[in-house]
């Protein structure tokens, strides 16, 4: 039985011999998972957090331990740890990104155990990814849950549920003990029984398919019986079957299109010190908001609470093994390389979300004597699954099962993708692993037309990945933007490559992916109208990202045009953005000119607000200077014309309505126009905070927006925040939003109460009330 240790430790942000018999008074009450320092948002020194701090933790154990077996189980803590129980040296262990079990059977007591963490977060050049530069932190902390396991002198662990379509299962496991082992088992899909045997390999009758409409998750209920007693163990496993192929990815015998994005697990102040919850967040925002089928761990393996929740609401992932280009020569490196490659395989076999293993080094160079071998053992391990490697070149030794490339060709919107035949693929499947990223950085700060071409030319990348028939799909760099090294980003520690940002709040390119696959009605414009954004004060391209059928545009509540989604620019989109090429339309009606120049004088309106008046072609200057002589028009009263019906500098500012339809019904409604009357938006992800095996989380999303709805991009201003009840946000209770955006992350104390957050910004108060169990 495992018994959660998470709450109540005691720590100090350093090392002395001393602690090992007691620490100090000055050490603090925390609880796990924990960041051994915490930094700013941006802009600190990396060698802070690389530090050798102390964790204690005094616990008994309510399970009878009499003739059992004890083993500690921490699920990740970075990186290196010496660990003591009852005043036992247990030695000195890795974990980084992977579980740490150590049976301390001989050690521990049924009451008064005393527990010392001794840990080393400094970054170990004999440990991967360390040894050269990295794209990315690491932190440091014990970061993920601590349990203690009781088992009966004779059990079992790595069980491994195969299976296939058919719904043939084969239960394999590792026998630990002396004794013979009776071992019975009974399948449940939800709570139904539907299969039981007393044999390892058995077959459920017409299962239902794990798929990315229906993830369909059974449980494996495995009782054990030997002379040291009986013990029961439930695995969570789907039947599915997948495959890459040379001409593209089959899930159940069904060709599915992957797109995707990667994801880094860092949050802002905690590195990656965060509990189930915003891991589960993660996951449903990647699916359900940004409408994504996969995404990749990069670059190390993430927590068993994130990859439970791409199982329940089917989305792919697959894995990598820890490192970022770089590749040790010396033994020790390469043995952890291969520790680290056996405990990911080991751990992530069991999820039906997971397609593929990831056996190499992002972006390293080939290794024939490495790869080999870690090829050979994740098949070994799990031959259920292909193998991919990530690489930045085309002409690469392949051993494994699938050519996995970052295409980094995109640099305008002349190319996406390049073609899939210039990549040396060997006749393999082809993934694209990576692409756009550093490319075209995009921070909550940038100016919005950068914000705008780079969704641009993500739609661009999306269109190419649905063009090539034999790509098997294209993994985006990256869903949300992180911290790394000095070395990278713009030197302030932060990468802004993310669809969104550290905050986990959306920028323009998100709604690109999100109005492709997410089936709720959506509509987003990914301008903010204001002509002063840009040269000229022209207005550029306005685009429409949505997945309505179509949708009506007005101003000032006149009707304007009639839009529908065009594939001229994106071909092979399901729904390509919409190019407003018309902000005038139904509205000219100027009695002076001939009812049938109207449509004409409309459009050239519009093409001199977005384009410049410089950009009007020499027959649309002379059609307008021969209606000028026409009608006797001014060229002070044809500014006038046109300042009346765009208004983009100097004019009068409108309101545009954007009326979103599927099946000729109204579904969506967006306004934008000029700000006047100012709110926060406050947003929490959820009210109740439950503590269980740990703590519990809620991210609150702040918004400057105006009446509209819209958001006040540049807005900077300071908000106030003030907690009551058993409640912390990160961070200080003073923050500057970020591109007019904030969120708060809301961590739960240890006891249950009512408690109340309020945020305010000048004289906006807002209040939230939460509940803890």
């Not at 609880?31 to 700013?40: D, L, S, Y």
């Not at 306005?542 to 101003?555: E, G, H, Q, R």
Request: charged share 25%.
């Amino acid at each position: 039985m495992k018994h959660a240790i998470n709450y109540d430790w005691q720590f100090i942000s350093d090392y002395k011999d001393e602690y090992l018999n007691k620490l100090p008074n000055s050490s603090q009450r925390i609880n796990i998972p924990h960041c051994a320092k915490e930094v700013p948002y941006n802009y600190f020194n990396e060698k802070d957090y690389q530090v050798v701090s102390t964790y204690e933790k005094l616990f008994d154990i309510e399970e009878n331990i009499e003739n059992k077996i004890v083993n500690l189980v921490f699920d990740g803590y970075m990186l290196k740890a010496k660990i003591y129980l009852n005043g036992h040296d247990l030695g000195e262990h890795i974990s980084g990104w992977v579980q740490v079990k150590l049976d301390v059977t001989e050690f521990v007591k049924q009451k008064g155990n005393r527990l010392v963490v001794v840990l080393d977060s400094s970054e170990d050049p004999l440990i991967p990814p360390f040894g050269y530069a990295v794209d990315y932190l690491t932190f440091s902390g014990i970061y993920r849950e601590v349990s203690v396991e009781v088992h009966p002198k004779t059990y079992i662990e790595n069980l491994f549920v195969k299976s296939d379509i058919s719904g043939l299962v084969d239960v394999q496991f590792d026998k630990v003990g002396n004794e013979e082992i009776e071992v019975s088992h009974k399948v449940f899909l939800k709570d139904k029984l539907v299969c039981e045997s007393d044999q390892n390999q058995f077959k459920v009758e017409n299962p239902s398919l794990w798929d990315l409409e229906q993830p369909n998750l059974y449980t494996l209920v495995t009782k054990i019986h030997s002379k040291d007693g009986d013990e029961e163990y439930q695995t969570r496993f789907g039947f599915r079957k997948a495959i890459f192929k040379p001409d593209g990815f089959y899930l159940n015998d069904k060709k599915v299109k992957l797109v995707g994005l990667n994801r880094h697990q860092g949050y802002p102040y905690v590195g990656y010190a965060m509990p189930k919850a915003m891991q589960e967040e993660d996951a449903d925002l990647l699916k359900f908001k940004t409408g994504i089928n996969i995404v990749r761990q990069s670059h190390y393996p993430q927590s068993e609470h994130f990859l439970n929740r791409c199982d329940e609401i089917g989305l792919l992932t697959v894995n990598e093994i820890p490192g970022w280009q770089h590749i040790g020569k010396e033994k020790e490196w390469r043995d952890n390389f291969m520790f680290y490659l056996q405990a990911m395989v080991k751990t992530q076999r069991n999820h039906p979300s997971l397609i593929a293993h990831g056996v190499r080094i992002d972006e390293s160079q080939d290794d024939h004597d490495l790869y080999e071998k870690a090829n050979a053992l994740a098949h070994e391990l799990d031959s259920t699954r292909q193998t991919l490697g990530v690489r930045n070149f085309r002409d690469s030794e392949l051993l494994e099962d699938i050519y996995a490339y970052n295409d980094f060709s995109c640099d305008s919107m002349r190319i996406g993708l390049i073609n899939p035949k210039k990549v040396k693929t060997q006749g393999k499947p082809y993934l694209v692993t990576e692409y756009l990223g550093h490319m075209d950085p995009v921070k909550p700060t940038s100016d919005e037309r950068t914000k705008v071409e780079v969704a641009l030319r993500h739609a661009k990348v999306i269109d190419d990945n649905f063009k090539y028939e034999n790509v098997c799909g294209a993994i985006g760099w990256c869903g949300f933007d992180y911290h790394t090294h000095v070395d990278f980003g713009s030197g302030d520690h932060i990468c802004p490559h993310g669809v969104y940002d550290l905050y986990r709040n959306p920028k323009h390119s998100s709604y690109i992916y999100a109005s492709q696959l997410v089936k709720e009605p959506m509509l987003e414009v990914i301008s903010n109208m204001k002509p002063g954004d840009y040269p000229e004060a022209r207005y550029f391209d306005i685009y429409v990202t949505t997945n309505c059928d179509y949708f009506d545009l007005f101003k000032n509540d006149e009707f304007v045009a009639r839009y529908y989604p065009k594939h001229n620019q994106f071909k092979y989109l399901p729904h390509p953005p919409i190019l407003v090429d018309d902000l005038v339309g139904e509205t000219f009606k100027e009695e002076r000119f001939a009812k049938k120049s109207w449509p004409k004088i409309a459009k050239m309106f519009t093409h001199a607000a977005t384009q410049g008046f410089n950009a009007l072609t020499l027959k649309e200057k002379l059609y307008l200077a021969y209606m000028m002589k026409k009608y006797k028009v001014t060229y002070a009263e044809l500014v006038d014309y046109y300042n009346t019906h765009v208004g983009s500098w100097g004019g009068i500012a409108k309101t545009y309505t954007f009326k979103g339809y599927k099946n000729d019904q109204l579904v969506v409604t967006k306004k934008v126009g000029p700000s006047k009357k100012f709110d926060l938006l406050v947003e929490p992800s959820k009210t109740v905070l439950e503590n269980k095996d740990t703590y519990d989380a809620a991210r609150i999303v702040v918004k400057h927006i105006d009446e509209n709805g819209s958001l006040m991009q540049y807005s900077n201003r300071v908000i106030k925040i003030e907690c009551e009840g058993p409640i912390k946000v990160l961070g200080d209770n003073a923050q500057s939003l970020l591109g007019g955006q904030l969120s708060l992350f809301v961590f739960s104390e240890n006891k249950p109460g009512q408690a109340k957050i309020t945020i305010s910004m000048d004289d906006i108060v807002k209040e939230i009330k939460l509940e803890v169990k």
